[in-house]
C-alpha cells in the first residue's frame, strides 16, 4: 500500500509539472561542430589560396576614402591599380576581430551571444513575394506582410533573431522603405533585429527614430538592438561604394554588422567547391581587413555565404547537397579562424509547402547546424529560392529548428542515463518500462514532442479528414495572427516616430 502511495504521489507531482509546461529540452544555442566536411590540411590549403589572392591580386574599385584608411593599416597598390593585403594585414585583422560579442534584444533576455560553438537560427531574405494564406498562391510581398511576419516570429522561440524576411514592394520611395521596415521590426518584436540600408545617408535619421525607442538620444548606441546587412564585396574581388558608405556610416553609430559575401559557383567564383571557398574566404576576409582600417574589432558577424546557381540553366539554386557542404565548411573555416560566424541555409527552391521543401530545409539547415554556424540565416521562412516567404513556413520552421538543435544535443552518457538497474528491472518484473519513473524523468528531459508534424495512425488521420501539414500550419499561423498583437511601442514613442517620420500603416 505504501508504495501505491509513493506511485500515486509522484503522478500527482508529474501532472502538476506537465500541467505548468515542459522545459525546452533543446533550446536555442545548442553547441555545433559536429559536422567536419572539411581536414584541418584541407583548410588551410583554402586559407593559404585566399591569402595569396588578397596580397597578389587584392580588391578593385575601392573608394578613395576606403583606399586611405587600408594603405594607412598596411595595404599596399599594385602595378593593376587594385590594393592588395599583404598576410601581416590580414594576419592582424583576424587578431583584433571581435570574436564574440552580444546581440541585444530591447528584452535583454532575448539577446543572444555570437561566437564559439553556440549555434542560432534566425532569418534574412528580402522576398519579393509572399505565399497568400488564403490562396496559397504567390503576391507582391506588403508592408503589412512585414508587420505580420515580425509579430509572428515573436512567438516562435526557436528562431532566435529576425532580419527582415520580405521587401515591402507597395513602398517606392527608398528612404520610406527603410524607415518603415526598421519601425514594424521594434513595433512588433522585442528580439535582436536586423535590417538593410539603401543608402548611408539614410542611417543617421533611423538610428534617431532607434534613440526614440530606446530612451533618448544616444541610447541606441550604447546598447544595439538592430544589426545591419551589408554586402560590401562584389564578386568577383572589387567593393561597391554605396555599400562601403553604408559600413562606415553604421561603425560611426555602433551598429553591429554582418558583412555578407554572396558569390554564386560558376558565375562569379569559380564552379569547383574548393576553388570557391577559397574566393569566397579571400573576399570575406576583405571585408573584415576594411572593418578593421576603420574601427578595429568592431562587431562584425563574418557572413561567408556561398550560394549556388543550376549550371544547367543559371538559376539560384538554394536546396541540394552542393549548398549544404559549402556552407557547412563555411562555418567549419570561420570556426577554425575563430571568428563569429554567419552561414545561410534552408534556401529551399520549392514554391509549395511540399516534400521538395521538407527536404532541401532539413537537409540544408542540418548541415549548417551541424557544422557549428553561430548564425543561420535563411533559416525560417524562406521559399522560391528567396524570392518567396511564406507564414506557413515560419512556424513549420520552427519546429525543425526544434529538431535539429534535439540532434545537435547529442546523447548523454551516464550511470543514470545508462539505466542498468532500470533494465533489470523491467526485466525481472512487468517486462516493459512503461510507467516506470526512469521512463518518466526522460520523458521530457530527451524528447522533444512536434506540435505539427502527424505521429497519428492512418485510421485515426483519415478520420481526421486527412489533414496535411501545410493545412495544420496555415491553422497555427491565422491562430497567432489572430491572437497576438503586440505593441512594443509606447503611445508617446509611436506619436513622436510618427511626428517626425513617414511612417505607413
Not at 538554394?318 to 563555411?330: D, P, R, T
Not at 511540399?354 to 521562412?381: C, I, P, R
Not at 505521429?455 to 491553422?475: C, F, H, L, N, S
Not at 497567432?480 to 506619436?495: M, V, W
Request: aromatic residues 8%; proline residues 5%.
Amino acid at each position: 500500500m505504501s508504495a501505491i502511495r509513493r506511485r500515486s504521489g509522484g503522478r500527482r507531482d508529474r501532472l502538476e509539472q506537465r500541467a505548468a509546461g515542459p522545459v525546452n529540452p533543446c533550446p536555442p544555442g545548442q553547441t555545433g561542430g559536429q559536422y567536419r566536411p572539411l581536414t584541418d590540411a584541407d583548410i588551410a590549403a583554402i586559407y593559404e589560396t585566399a591569402l595569396r589572392l588578397l596580397a597578389d591580386l587584392g580588391m578593385g574599385e575601392v573608394p578613395e576614402r576606403l583606399a586611405h584608411d587600408l594603405m594607412a593599416a598596411g595595404a599596399t597598390h599594385s602595378d593593376a591599380g587594385r590594393v592588395c593585403f599583404p598576410k601581416a594585414l590580414v594576419d592582424d585583422a583576424v587578431a583584433s576581430a571581435a570574436k564574440r560579442f552580444v546581440l541585444h534584444g530591447r528584452d535583454e533576455a532575448r539577446s543572444i551571444e555570437v561566437g564559439g560553438a553556440r549555434v542560432h537560427f534566425g532569418t534574412g531574405g528580402a522576398a519579393v513575394q509572399t505565399l497568400d494564406l488564403d490562396t496559397g498562391r504567390y503576391r507582391p510581398s506588403t508592408l503589412a506582410d512585414l508587420h505580420d511576419f515580425t509579430r509572428l516570429q515573436d512567438t516562435l522561440e526557436n528562431v532566435s533573431w529576425f532580419t527582415r524576411c520580405c521587401v515591402a514592394t507597395d513602398l517606392s520611395d527608398n528612404f520610406e522603405l527603410d524607415i518603415n521596415t526598421a519601425y514594424a521590426l521594434v513595433k512588433n518584436t522585442t528580439k535582436p533585429v536586423a535590417t538593410s540600408f539603401t543608402l548611408a545617408d539614410y542611417v543617421p535619421p533611423i538610428v534617431e527614430m532607434l534613440d526614440m525607442v530606446a530612451g533618448g538620444t544616444g541610447a541606441f548606441s550604447r546598447r544595439p538592438f538592430l544589426k545591419a546587412h551589408i554586402s560590401p564585396v562584389i564578386s568577383p574581388m572589387r567593393y561597391g561604394e554605396d555599400a562601403v558608405d553604408v559600413v562606415y556610416a553604421c561603425i560611426a553609430h555602433d551598429i553591429p554588422i554582418s558583412n555578407i559575401t554572396a558569390a554564386q559557383s560558376g558565375a562569379t567564383a569559380p564552379a569547383t567547391l574548393a576553388g570557391f571557398l577559397a574566393q569566397s574566404l579571400a573576399e570575406t576576409l576583405a571585408s573584415l581587413v576594411m572593418v578593421h582600417a576603420i574601427r578595429p574589432g568592431h562587431p562584425m558577424v563574418f557572413s561567408n555565404w556561398p550560394l549556388v546557381i543550376d549550371l544547367r540553366t543559371g538559376a539560384f539554386a538554394g536546396g541540394g547537397g552542393e549548398i549544404a557542404v559549402l556552407n557547412a565548411a563555411s562555418a567549419q573555416i570561420s570556426n577554425w579562424l575563430g571568428l563569429p560566424s554567419g552561414v545561410a541555409a534552408s534556401m529551399t527552391d520549392a514554391k509549395a509547402i511540399d516534400a521538395q521543401y521538407g527536404m532541401e530545409k532539413g537537409l540544408t539547415a542540418l548541415a549548417a547546424g551541424l557544422a557549428g554556424g553561430n548564425l543561420v540565416y535563411e533559416s525560417s521562412g524562406m521559399t522560391a529560392s528567396l524570392l518567396g516567404a511564406s507564414f506557413e513556413a515560419f512556424v513549420l520552421d520552427n519546429e525543425m529548428h526544434a529538431a535539429i538543435y534535439r540532434a545537435m544535443r547529442g546523447i548523454e552518457v551516464s550511470e543514470d542515463t545508462l539505466g542498468f538497474e532500470t533494465i533489470r528491472e523491467a526485466v525481472l518484473g512487468e517486462g516493459h518500462f512503461l510507467g516506470h519513473a526512469h521512463t518518466y524523468a526522460a520523458m521530457e528531459r530527451d524528447y522533444f514532442y512536434p506540435k505539427l508534424a502527424d505521429r497519428d495512425a492512418p485510421m485515426v488521420w483519415a478520420e481526421k479528414g486527412a489533414p496535411d501539414i501545410w493545412m495544420r500550419a496555415r491553422e497555427t499561423v491565422h491562430a497567432i495572427l489572430e491572437s497576438h498583437r503586440p505593441d512594443y511601442l509606447t503611445a508617446d514613442q509611436d506619436a513622436q516616430i510618427r511626428a517626425r517620420f513617414p511612417i505607413r500603416d
